[in-house]
């Protein structure tokens, strides 16, 4: 048998969220997949997604899959829970077949929906996330077709990714609002006894939600999750696996300022990165 020949053409992984928030996801990513390149692409510029209408993520988000694609990135991961909530069903099924059926676009909500039924007992979980990603019920819908014995129960937080990038996470504003938003999602359930951070700005906040839950509650992140999810579909797909370059390197794109982008980018990815200014 003829060995197969690898392209030619390698690609890097590219990751997109509306801000900052994504680079949690990133982290982890290239924490469990270090191998690969990886472009990261933030859409500062036109950021909060959370309180824009479906009509326009599904339009911001599109053209920052294609840029990404642009870029040689065959592979996009949606680091964004309100643009995998809005638009991703949409461009998966109407957008790729046009654009270039071999290329994926993968969103962070179905890996946390797919193991959610794992970690709960009661069967009542509780979501938190963005206005956005609330009025989607995504969450509710996804689980639904996993878990259909589950019960959720979800609560916008509309202050908590302001919060976030304005450096306010360990204020006692923060504390204010935090604690208000999550006796208002516990009152909805008693039984509550897992919470899904449906927004990738939320693990800065985590010391601070667990300070306000009962001890019992567990909370999941989404970093590690889509990581591992991640690792699992390349190698259900060696066909696209294969295409993907492997430098290590690490390349930064937002759509606003680099210098702010830059100064304020460390806290979420954990270390200080150099990205580059790009317009859309």
């Keep these: 048998m003829v060995p197969r020949k690898k392209p030619s053409v390698q690609s890097p992984i590219g990751v997109f969220d ?4 994504g680079l949690t996801v990133l ?4 924490k469990e997949l270090p191998q690969y390149d990886y472009i990261y692409l933030g859409d500062n510029a036109r950021a ?10 599904y339009i911001y988000t599109l053209e920052c899959i294609r840029q990404l694609f642009g870029m040689g990135c065959r592979l996009v991961i949606v680091a964004c829970n309100t643009a995998s909530a809005k638009a991703l069903r949409t461009i998966q099924q109407v957008d790729l077949p046009q654009i270039d059926p071999g290329k994926r676009v993968l969103g962070v909500i179905r890996p946390t929906t797919e193991i959610v039924g794992e970690y709960s007992k009661t069967g009542h979980v509780g979501v938190l996330g ?4 609330v009025a989607s019920c995504s969450y509710p819908i996804e689980i639904e077709r996993f ?3 589950i019960k959720v129960y979800q609560e916008a937080c509309p202050l908590w990714v302001p919060l976030v990038e304005n450096r306010e996470f360990n204020s006692p504003g923060a504390d204010y609002f935090i ?8 009152k909805k359930s008693n039984k509550i006894d897992t919470i899904i951070l449906g927004c990738t700005h939320y693990p800065l906040l985590l010391k601070k939600i667990r300070k306000h839950l009962p001890p019992h509650i567990r909370l999941i992140s989404q970093g590690e999750i889509v990581a591992r999810s991640l690792s699992a579909y390349l190698k259900r797909h060696p066909e696209l696996e294969e295409r993907l370059s492997r430098k290590k390197s690490l390349r930064f ?8 982008f830059d100064r ?5 990815f954990g270390k200080k990165v150099r990205s580059s200014h790009i317009t859309i």
């Design 27 to 30: 982290r982890e990513i290239v």
């Design 179 to 186: 604690k208000k938003n999550l006796q208002s999602l516990l």
């Design 147 to 149: 878990f259909p014995g």
């Design 18 to 21: 509306s801000g900052y928030g």
């Design 253 to 260: 794109y937002t759509t606003d300022s680099a210098y702010n």
């Design 130 to 133: 963005t206005n956005g990603t």
């Design 264 to 268: 304020a980018a460390g806290v979420f």
């Design 48 to 57: 909060p997604y959370g309180t824009r209408s479906f009509e326009t993520v």
